[in-house]
């Protein structure tokens, strides 16, 4: 599932096609929304809070989008979709006169005035990756969970807003902490160090958790369960973390992680 970095960078990329242009394309292929039509409108940005991103238009609306699992956005020069906006699981198509997003798989589209943003947002804890983020905030909300294990706080968006599988494991990893450990204990500073990796991540030519890319170099633990830790050689384990129901994986070395 895309995580906060993945968001900026698309948040970026369509801020690029799409800021200060009016729309000349703006068709929304979610249910109710089957017969808006933004055209007209000027996106005046797009504006990435935690994993959801909120594209603002000059119009008093706000276009809500979540990638969840699958969800992209492709950018293609107007005219040049060759039928990719037609595809029977776009979701959504902006287009300016220069530029067309398609957007494919969208877990969710929604849309707001935008005063009413709290409505779609509200409910997230503070973002990892926003300009202002008080990471001593963060540090508290997380320890603030007591017993929850702290690979499951670190996955509630309620709590902090921005981490998933990746950097749950990357961050985890970085600083020694086992993911199933007391979230109350732990006093390492992992939501600044998950904050640096996928703002360093967002900045790089392609995503990388570890700052390297290529084949099999991106990432250190996330999806490398059985295979060497790069820093001890232990093999790499994955637990399952979170409630009953919504369990996701964690990956970890149980040398360098000790319970
Ligand atoms: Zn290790």
């Known amino acids: 599932m895309p995580e906060g970095d993945i968001v900026l960078r698309v948040a970026r990329r369509m801020d690029a096609a799409l800021a200060g242009q009016r729309l000349v394309r703006g068709e929304l292929r979610w249910g109710r929304l089957g017969d808006t039509d933004l055209a007209g409108a000027v996106v005046l940005g797009n504006h990435p809070v935690g994993k959801h991103l909120l594209t603002r238009l000059d119009d008093g ?28 699981r776009v979701r959504a198509v902006l287009g300016t006169e220069r530029w067309t997003c398609i957007g494919r798989l969208l877990g969710m589209v929604d849309l707001v005035r935008t ?66 450990r007391p979230a109350r204990e732990v006093t390492e500073p992992v939501c600044a160090t998950a904050r640096h990796l996928m703002l360093r991540s967002a900045d790089s030519p392609l995503p990388t958790a570890t700052g390297e890319n290529g084949p099999g170099r991106d990432k250190h633990v996330h999806g490398r369960a059985g295979r060497p830790c790069r820093r001890c050689g232990t093999p790499i384990v994955e637990i399952q973390v979170g409630p009953p129901g919504m369990e996701r994986p964690a990956f970890f070395c149980p040398h360098c992680q000790p319970a």
Do not use: F, K, N
């Open 61 to 88: 609306r706000t276009l809500h989008t979540h990638l969840r699992m699958d969800g992209s956005w492709w950018i293609t020069r107007a005219g040049e979709e060759r039928g990719a906006d037609r595809a029977h």
């Open 115 to 180: 005063r009413d943003e709290h409505l779609v947002v509200g409910h997230l804890g503070p973002d990892l990756l926003a300009d202002d983020v008080d990471l001593e905030e963060c540090g508290e909300r997380v320890r603030a969970q007591r017993e929850r294990p702290i690979g499951a706080v670190l996955l509630d968006q309620t709590v902090v807003a921005g981490i998933g599988t990746l950097y749950l494991a990357e961050s985890l990893w970085a600083h020694h902490v086992h993911p199933l």
